[in-house]
């Protein structure tokens, strides 16, 4: 089954002569497993269709499935219930609560999408902060970390909650190129060995070397699809 | 609860705005705190005066006697009987007669009208001595004690003489020259301004009286019984009404009730001005955080937690705020309800306005832990309300905020 799927979603701003079709007509498929990078100019479209698929933003037409469920129709408590459940994000400028520290921010994913881990809450994040390498940091503020830090943090909140999918608009690009592929190699370790699902938006030549799939957007349309059979960097 | 955490710690990130945001609720409730505790001081405070000053909790007055106005109502002396005595006695926890009259004054070329009070011997149990201080001696037979005022005014010492010029109880006029046994001060300005205090039995002789008095002054043992008891005073005293302290001090009371109103007014107009700095404070904190809310949103957070995180952070600012409020009131109403406020020091130059006002030397406020409970409570009810339009404003950004470039 799809993880999610857009129909001919479409999402539309302005009207007249001002409009802008930022998503015109989207068909996209994303199956478990995939690390899927999107790709294409400044304005393309990259974002609009991740927050459709990531349930941010809904579709002026056409129709979003989330885990076979279309989200259409639902109402704003439960698209977000939905969201929190089976979606985790990570953002170009790393979004943490700036008055929680590492390990609480990891927590507040987990009590936000509802759930309940073996071993407690606390246990749960200091493990995910641990797989990122940063067991020894958990009491640190956001302001107290690098900026590779931090977005190692939003990587353990995104994946702390065992989302189906991970949505990832521009991850590296505040970041400087070392921390940057560490957070990728990182990215890839997570969907290599647990088959976390990624999906990314980009223009990091970096980013598409390690991406099995990239589709290529122009004015909020896909140009091209296209399978990488290696797997980039080893 | 992760929303609680949030919103407390976010209280202090911009700490110096939110305190400055604070500050009017903090006055707001400081000036309801200490407006009630001056008004209710000074209410108390006149209730005393009038009581150990004046009136005690009852007395008798001739009937017909005037409310109002400077009281002249030796025509209407009446006879205290054994049996009124005896029911005084049997009745009363102390009751003193007193013959009120209204005498010329004269010293030498200068003349004033005072008021002339002669008192029994039992007077002090009815109206304590406490705050007398008398330059002197107290006046025994055919002497005179002088108010601090009449005694300048006339410029009268202890040892000169003073001559009282009054109609008798019949009517006709008499006067006689008493040596003055001292001067009295006692810091109500009903007593000091126009008083003259002598033995009843002095008094007696210039009026004629011929054993009749003016005033019976009672004290009993709980003076919210004054109304009820006053009832029977006047039935066991003939020709007589009871004017209670009430009767005599409500009118005041009354007048003042506005100025209590006014502090209301005052405390409510400060938490208004509260209530729009922190709507504003918390509209801002919420604009300033749109990308921090969407990625809340993106989390999972509901409207209703972000609307409660907003909330709370209002509802912060109006406990903090409050809380020092009624710190700082509560500071200052226990601390003069304890010390007092010498009100002589104040009133030095204006207590000739006074002369019909009773008023003790010193005034306490009331400390009083309703009030500022009260007053807290409308403080964080104010800063709750004014953070609940901009905390909706929060509640409306939409999560896709979370990833617009700032
Ligand atoms: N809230 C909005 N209101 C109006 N127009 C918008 C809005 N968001 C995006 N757009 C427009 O939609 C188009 C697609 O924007 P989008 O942000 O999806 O592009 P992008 O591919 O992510 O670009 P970038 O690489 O710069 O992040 C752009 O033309 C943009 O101006
Ligand atoms: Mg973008």
Same mark, same amino acid.
């Given at each position: ?14 009207? %007249? ?33 991740? !927050?459709?698929? &990531? ?32 979606? %985790? ?30 071993? %407690? ?13 940063? &067991? ?45 592929? %560490? ?9 290599? !060995? ?41 | 609860? #992760? ?27 400081? $000036? ?44 209407? =002396?009446?006879?205290? /009987? ?10 009363? =926890? ?11 004054? @004269? ?26 201080? $008398? ?40 006067? *006689? ?8 001060? /006692? ?25 009749? $008095? /003016? ?26 009404? =009871? ?37 504003? /404070? ?23 937690? $972000? ?9 912060? *600012? ?28 104040? *009133? ?42 901009? =905390?909706?404003?929060?509640?409306? @950004?939409?999560?896709?905020?979370? #990833?617009?470039?700032?």
């Amino acid at each position: 089954m799809a993880i999610c799927e857009l129909r001919k979603a479409s999402r539309h701003y302005g009207h %007249g002569p001002t409009l802008v079709k930022a998503a015109d007509e989207l068909d996209l498929v994303i199956e478990q497993g995939e690390f899927t990078v999107l790709s294409g100019p400044s304005g393309s479209g990259k974002t609009t269709a991740l !927050n459709l698929i &990531g349930l941010l933003d809904q579709p002026t037409e056409g129709a979003v499935f989330v885990q076979g469920q279309q989200t259409n129709l639902l109402g704003d408590r439960a698209l977000t219930h939905l969201r929190a459940e089976a979606i %985790g994000f990570i953002f170009q400028s790393f979004n943490l609560v700036p008055v929680l520290s590492a390990v609480e921010n990891v927590e507040l994913a987990l009590t936000l999408s509802g759930a309940t881990p073996d071993g %407690g809450v606390r246990q749960a994040a200091s493990e995910a902060l641990a797989a990122v390498g940063l &067991g020894e940091l958990l009491h640190r503020r956001p302001t107290e970390l690098s900026g590779g830090q931090q977005q190692r943090v939003a990587v353990a909140r995104a994946l702390v909650k065992k989302p189906a999918l991970v949505i990832a608009d521009e991850p590296t690009a505040n970041l400087d190129s070392k921390s940057g592929t %560490g957070v990728l190699d990182l990215m890839r370790e997570l969907n290599e !060995n647990l088959g976390v699902t990624f999906l990314f938006s980009t223009h990091d030549p970096m980013v598409m070397e390690r991406a099995r799939r990239v589709i290529h957007i122009k004015d909020g349309r896909i140009a091209r699809d296209e399978c990488i059979a290696s797997s980039g960097t080893a | 609860m #992760v929303i609680f955490r949030i919103a407390t710690r976010n209280l202090f990130r911009q700490a110096r705005r939110n305190a400055l945001s604070m500050v009017s609720i903090v006055m707001g409730v400081f $000036v309801i705190i200490a407006g009630h505790g001056f008004q209710n001081g000074l209410n108390e405070n006149m209730i005393r005066a009038q009581i150990d000053s004046a009136s005690g909790h009852v007395m008798t007055v001739p009937e017909g006697y005037p409310t109002t106005g400077f009281r002249q109502p030796i025509a209407d =002396a009446y006879p205290l /009987t054994d049996a009124s005595r005896a029911w005084l006695d049997a009745n009363t =926890a102390a009751w003193t007669p007193r013959i009120l009259a209204a005498p010329r004054a @004269i010293a030498g070329r200068d003349a004033m009208k005072v008021r002339l009070y002669g008192v029994g011997e039992r007077d002090e149990a009815v109206f304590p001595r406490d705050n007398w201080s $008398v330059e002197g001696e107290l006046p025994g037979e055919g002497e005179v004690l002088v108010g601090s005022s009449p005694a300048r005014l006339l410029g009268v010492q202890p040892g000169d003489l003073l001559t009282l010029e009054v109609r008798t109880v019949d009517g006709a006029l008499n006067a *006689m020259r008493y040596p003055v046994s001292g001067i009295l001060t /006692t810091g109500n300005p009903m007593i000091d301004n126009v008083s003259v205090f002598a033995t009843l039995s002095s008094v007696d002789t210039l009026v004629a009286a011929d054993g009749r $008095v /003016t005033h019976v002054a009672t004290r009993i043992g709980d003076r919210r019984d004054a109304e009820a008891f006053g009832a029977e005073l006047a039935a066991a005293v003939p020709s007589t009404q =009871a004017r209670t302290w009430e009767d005599e001090v409500g009118p005041m009371l009354e007048a003042q009730q506005v100025r209590e109103t006014m502090f209301d007014i005052m405390g409510l107009a400060l938490l208004l001005m509260a209530a729009t700095g922190i709507a504003n /404070t918390v509209l801002m904190a919420a604009y300033e955080r749109t990308r921090e809310i969407g990625t809340l949103r993106s989390m999972g957070l509901q409207r209703g937690g $972000v609307l409660a995180m907003f909330a709370l952070e209002g509802l912060w *600012m109006g406990v903090v705020g409050g809380l020092v409020g009624v710190g700082l009131g509560g500071g200052l109403t226990y601390h003069y309800s304890v010390n007092g406020i010498d009100l002589l020091a104040m *009133m030095a130059g204006k207590a000739e306005a006074m002369d019909n006002v009773p008023i003790a030397a010193t005034l306490y406020l009331q400390f009083s832990p309703t009030t500022m409970a009260v007053a807290f409570a409308v403080g964080v009810f104010v800063a709750m309300g004014a953070s609940i339009y901009p =905390a909706l404003a929060a509640s409306r @950004i939409a999560p896709a905020e979370a #990833v617009r470039a700032s």
